[in-house]
């Protein structure tokens, strides 16, 4: 067996380890009952994720990537069951027998051992599973996405802030941006990716490449902001029933929804809650509008005049080229992600204001695609022409057909290992708890 070259075995080692240190941050900063406790029934407790990354990391690297032709023997296989996430509901996942906080800590530490072990003397052997590493990235990826819903768990926790980050970079174009858009000849264009060359680590569901054709449009130049949504509601956005669709009026009426989650009014102005600290919404104005669901956000779409964009648009804006009519990695071109391009990697723990990232822009004047907030699209979810599963049905397949709509382009708690232009986030049209906000859009030629 060829072993993978250094570069690459360092870039995979590298990935595992920042998704790991930000995994312990986030258990690190609570003690043992809060990371026992159930904060919300739509989140598992802490100390479930910990032990659910290590036990995904035991089942495809230590069993799955070791030499050989059979898997081999896991660190802990009899508790595989208690942390399958597709038989055991988050609102049931405390009454299982889990780990406890040290055991399953200690369980992470082994895993990891064994997994840097094999990857010392990995080779691809001829397993599509291996080929330029893509297993490692893939739970590299997988743990980032754990360490986003830990985050998420840890916005919806009760008590004293117990994260800090240094605040987001500021803005001079915000007042020039918001409430402008940009319009988009449309054409055929490349979506989707082959995982091949720098996207390797591109999961099914992004797979195949294939040309789609987009009739013109126009797209915000920013995501909608705090202030903006603020005179939604103003206006009377809640109550008026014009505005949502009947699932979503459904869900205002029965929750008693008058705002976004986290926002309160106090002594007459709107405040939100951001990890346990609370602020005047006027002093993040231009911050892009955070957990909001798809019905909040498609109905603030009408009160503009406007509706959200489809996937297909979504893509196109953020990799098209116009000029060259090149399909490119990213908005700003082909080269990865850096603090100068994207609010990513939990860096700053909220949303940048609007325009703090020009260097991000894509060519035709479109901001902060990537990173700051996953952005709802107006798409069901389902397998591009050809799609294959793998490595497992359960990753993308399972959901196709459901009620759930697409959001994409990452938000600040994305690990930068999965913040690509293809990658594809789905979640039912009622969720809040993410890290979720919007722009809007409007086909060519409506008023």
């Known amino acids: 067996m060829t072993r993978y070259p250094d570069e690459l075995r360092t870039r995979l080692a590298d990935e595992l380890a920042a998704a790991r240190r930000r995994t312990q941050v986030l258990a690190d900063a609570v003690d043992d009952a809060e990371l026992t406790r159930q904060h919300s029934p739509l989140m598992s407790p802490l100390h479930w994720d910990v032990a659910h990354i290590a036990n995904m990391e035991d ?39 889990l780990l406890d906080p040290a055991e399953a800590r200690a369980y992470q530490a082994t895993v990891r051992e064994r997994s840097l072990e094999i990857l010392d003397a990995a080779g691809a052997d001829g397993r599509p599973l291996l080929e330029e590493g893509f297993v490692y990235g893939m ?19 009760t008590g004293p802030r117990v994260l800090h980050a240094d605040p987001p970079p500021a803005s001079g174009l915000a007042a020039e941006l918001v409430g402008t858009e940009v319009f988009h000849p449309g054409g055929r264009f490349t979506m989707g990716v082959d995982a091949v060359g ?86 993040v104005a231009d911050q892009p509008v955070l957990h909001v ?18 996937e297909v648009e979504w893509e196109y ?23 100068e391009l994207a609010n990513l990697d939990q860096r700053h723990l909220q949303p940048a204001p609007v325009g703090a990232y020009p260097k991000g822009a894509s060519p035709l004047g479109v901001h902060q695609l990537i990173g700051d907030v996953w952005e709802w699209c107006d798409s069901g979810f389902e397998g591009y022409p ?21 959001l994409r382009g990452s938000s600040f708690g994305v690990g930068t290992v999965a913040a690509r232009t293809t990658f594809r986030n789905w979640d039912l049209p009622i969720r809040r708890q993410i890290f979720s906000g919007f722009r809007c859009a409007r086909s060519a030629g409506d008023a």
């Open 59 to 97: 089942l495809w690297l230590v069993r799955r990537a070791s030499p050989g032709d059979e898997p081999a023997p896991g660190v802990r296989e009899d508790i595989d069951h208690l942390y399958d996430a597709f038989i055991n509901p988050r609102a049931d996942r405390p009454a299982l027998p």
């Open 139 to 157: 739970i590299a990826q997988h743990e980032q996405q754990h360490v986003e819903t830990m985050l998420a768990t840890h916005q919806l926790r």
């Open 198 to 283: 720098p996207d390797v680590f591109a999961l099914d569901n992004e797979r195949p490449a294939h040309e789609v054709d987009v009739a013109p449009f126009h797209l915000d130049a920013v995501p909608t902001t705090n202030g903006e949504y603020a005179r939604f509601i103003d206006d009377g956005g809640y109550t008026r029933r014009e505005l949502w669709s009947d699932a979503g009026w459904e869900h205002v009426t029965a929750e008693g929804w008058t705002a976004p989650m986290t926002w309160e009014l106090v002594d007459g102005a709107w405040h939100r809650t951001s990890f346990g600290e609370r602020e005047p919404i006027a002093a």
């Open 293 to 310: 669901c798809f019905h909040e956000a498609a109905a603030y779409a009408r009160w503009a005049g406007k509706r959200l964009p489809t």
């Open 317 to 339: 804006a953020a990799r098209v080229d116009p000029e060259s009519g090149r399909t490119r990695r990213f908005p700003w071109g082909d080269e990865e992600p850096t603090a």
């Open 386 to 406: 050809g799609f294959a599963p793998f490595p497992y049905k359960e990753y993308s397949e399972v959901f196709f057909g459901g009620d759930f709509r697409m």
